[in-house]
């Protein structure tokens, strides 16, 4: 990982097109701004993990709905 020191205002490159500048910093938080290209997908972080944590439980429901479906065929 590569850590930079940024002030108030300050920007980082990334690539030739995604500009990162600080625009406020206050005790415990860091507002951002990105400017990029409308084809590059920008989201953060805790939402991916969210959005793989419902994806995961919805396979594992699923799984189970069909094993008891299948359970309760073979019962019958």
């Given amino acids: 990982m590569l850590v930079i020191t940024r002030k108030t205002d300050e920007s980082l490159l990334i690539a030739d097109n995604i500009e990162v500048t600080v625009l406020e910093i206050s005790k415990d938080r860091v ?7 409308r084809d590059v997908t920008i989201i953060r972080f805790e939402l991916v993990t969210a ?3 419902n994806r995961e439980s919805a396979e594992v429901i699923s799984k189970d709905a069909l094993t008891a479906l299948l359970n309760s ?3 019958s």
């Fill in 31 to 37: 507002k951002l701004g990105v400017s990029a290209p």
């Fill in 51 to 53: 959005q793989n944590a």
């Fill in 73 to 75: 065929n073979k019962s």
